[in-house]
């Protein structure tokens, strides 16, 4: 592969989402580039790619930049079909397994984790993830309690999991890996992400544990680092990749209009550019930075609202 075509993951070591995507490309058996970046902001050398989105990981290849996992994994997908992520006959199941488990199952994980491992995340973590989502920055004792208060919920939702596999089956949803397998697994794998302490919580689980043990042995791939500044010049040198054609609702804006895209949930940093592509599953706003010139950024459409400038 050529510098231009290298999968640049841009990740850092404790994130759930990075994680994902990480197992995603040893599932795969692709070679990769690891750019670490900050897990809190400023990012100064991630923004001149994304335009402000700031949530890990992205994926850059060239002068295309795919952001939130679900684009990422549909784009590896693409490019590199076997295995697939995407089984006939699983792939909806699969779908509505990894929707419960980032939207439901994680946000409680989240708080129970991080608020049991204060002393070990970032010290600016907390605060940063709050402006985020436009709350208050808690004090260490609020997230304390936001943890005791979560763990309930969380437990609930692994026994959930363990009910998945009673029947024997190897896969979250049936007999094949699906994305429902990688979303649940990010989940779990998060508890002990930064520390042993709440391993308890899978040691009743023996299925859980061995499913997570058949996930983890897909390994990462193969990754190799890479500076920031090196992955800003991967994307100076290069253009963005030839798009297919747009196939937009009929409701939708059309290709051309300058738009406005931002995540429906939290995160809602806004990045406007040029729509240039946008069908079922996705959008690609192409925009101009000083530091690398010609960028084209891609969306899932789902879990993301994308509106015409002028309508805002």
Same mark, same amino acid.
């Given at each position: 592969?050529? $510098?231009?075509?290298?999968?640049?993951?841009?990740? #850092? $070591?404790?994130?759930?989402?990075?994680?994902?995507?990480?197992?995603?490309?040893? #599932?795969?058996?692709?070679?990769?580039?690891?750019?670490?970046?900050?897990?809190?902001?400023?990012?100064?050398?991630?923004?001149?790619?994304?335009?402000?989105?700031?949530?890990?990981?992205?994926?850059?290849?060239?002068?295309?930049?795919?952001? $939130? @996992?679900?684009?990422?994994?549909?784009?590896?997908?693409?490019?590199?079909?076997?295995?697939?992520?995407?089984?006939?006959? #699983? @792939?909806?199941?699969?779908?509505?397994?990894?929707?419960?488990?980032?939207?439901?199952?994680?946000?409680?994980?989240?708080? #129970?984790?991080?608020?049991?491992?204060?002393?070990?995340?970032?010290?600016?973590?907390?605060?940063?993830?709050?402006?985020?989502?436009?709350?208050?920055?808690?004090?260490?004792?609020?997230?304390?309690?936001?943890?005791?208060?979560?763990?309930?919920?969380?437990?609930?939702?692994?026994?959930?999991?363990?009910?998945?596999?009673?029947?024997?089956?190897?896969?979250?949803?049936?007999?094949?890996?699906?994305?429902?397998?990688?979303?649940?697994?990010?989940?779990?794998?998060?508890?002990?992400?930064?520390?042993?302490?709440?391993?308890?919580?899978?040691?009743?689980?023996?299925?859980?544990?061995?499913?997570?043990?058949?996930?983890?042995?897909?390994?990462?791939?193969?990754?190799?680092?890479?500076?920031?500044?090196?992955?800003?010049?991967?994307?100076?040198?290069?253009?963005?990749?030839?798009?297919?054609?747009?196939?937009?609702?009929?409701?939708?804006?059309?290709?051309?209009?300058?738009?406005?895209?931002?995540?429906?949930?939290?995160?809602?940093?806004?990045?406007?550019?040029?729509?240039?592509?946008?069908?079922?599953?996705?959008?690609?706003?192409?925009?101009?930075?000083?530091?690398?010139?010609?960028?084209?950024?891609?969306?899932?459409?789902?879990?993301?609202?994308?509106?015409?400038?002028?309508?805002?």
């Amino acid at each position: 592969m050529s $510098d231009a075509a290298e999968f640049i993951l841009h990740n #850092y $070591d404790f994130s759930n989402y990075a994680e994902k995507a990480r197992l995603a490309l040893g #599932y795969k058996g692709l070679a990769w580039r690891s750019v670490t970046i900050p897990p809190v902001a400023p990012k100064p050398e991630l923004t001149p790619l994304t335009g402000g989105y700031r949530r890990t990981p992205v994926l850059q290849i060239g002068a295309d930049i795919y952001c $939130d @996992t679900k684009c990422i994994l549909r784009e590896l997908e693409r490019r590199q079909p076997e295995p697939t992520l995407y089984p006939t006959g #699983y @792939t909806a199941m699969g779908d509505a397994i990894a929707y419960w488990a980032e939207h439901q199952l994680f946000r409680p994980m989240a708080l #129970y984790v991080s608020g049991s491992n204060l002393d070990l995340l970032p010290s600016n973590l907390q605060a940063d993830r709050s402006r985020m989502r436009g709350l208050p920055i808690p004090d260490a004792e609020t997230v304390r309690r936001a943890a005791l208060r979560n763990a309930p919920a969380v437990r609930l939702q692994i026994a959930r999991v363990d009910e998945m596999l009673r029947d024997g089956r190897d896969w979250i949803a049936g007999p094949v890996v699906t994305m429902g397998d990688f979303a649940v697994y990010h989940a779990l794998w998060f508890i002990t992400a930064r520390s042993q302490r709440l391993a308890h919580e899978l040691a009743p689980y023996p299925r859980i544990r061995d499913w997570m043990e058949r996930m983890r042995a897909f390994g990462h791939g193969s990754p190799s680092p890479m500076t920031a500044v090196e992955a800003l010049n991967v994307a100076q040198g290069a253009s963005p990749a030839l798009l297919r054609v747009s196939e937009p609702f009929e409701e939708d804006p059309v290709p051309g209009e300058t738009v406005r895209i931002r995540a429906d949930d939290y995160g809602k940093d806004s990045i406007e550019g040029e729509l240039v592509l946008i069908d079922t599953e996705e959008f690609a706003l192409r925009r101009q930075d000083v530091l690398v010139g010609d960028i084209v950024v891609h969306f899932p459409r789902l879990g993301y609202d994308l509106r015409a400038v002028s309508s805002d």
